[in-house]
């Protein structure tokens, strides 16, 4: 699946709450992760792992940066991951813990991210489909940015 994607550090997560509530933004969920990363060939293997649910493997493509991307990003169980790549253990690129608030506003989701030892972050996302073009899904998050700045 590809989505445009747009990172950033968040400097007043409590402000950043308040403007998607009055945008009719919805919080979804709140979850405690701790993400594994890996550097394979492809890009980046995350391990995502969370108490009462199954392990997530995301194997992603995109830029690390705060600009506005195309990111690509297929999800994998642990028997998929494992038979992809295999069963030795990977080396470890990056390990923490992520406190995140899921936020849903029209066709984007909205992740408000605590990571331990390093802040806060926001993260924008819209899925890239025949119905929600690129053209269009810049667009949403621009507004989205400027509603957030």
Avoid at 95 to 111: A, F, G, K, Q, V
Wanted: glycine letters at 2%.
């Amino acid at each position: 699946m590809n989505f445009l994607d747009f990172k950033a550090e968040l400097r007043d997560p409590d402000l950043a709450r308040i403007a998607l509530k009055r945008s009719s933004g919805m919080l979804d969920v709140k979850t405690i992760y701790t993400d594994t990363l890996f550097k394979v060939a492809q890009g980046t293997l995350r391990r995502r792992a969370a108490d009462d649910q199954p392990n997530e493997w995301l194997l992603e493509t995109r830029a690390e940066s705060a600009r506005l991307e195309v990111t690509s990003a297929e999800s994998l169980s642990d028997d998929q991951a494992r038979a992809r790549f295999g069963t030795r253990r990977l080396p470890i690129w990056l390990s923490y813990t992520l406190n995140r608030e899921l936020w849903m506003l029209d066709t984007t989701r909205i992740h408000i991210d605590t990571i331990e030892s390093l802040g806060s972050f926001i993260h924008l996302q819209t899925l890239i489909h025949p119905q929600q073009d690129e053209p269009s899904s810049r667009k949403h998050i621009a507004q989205l940015r400027e509603l957030l700045a």
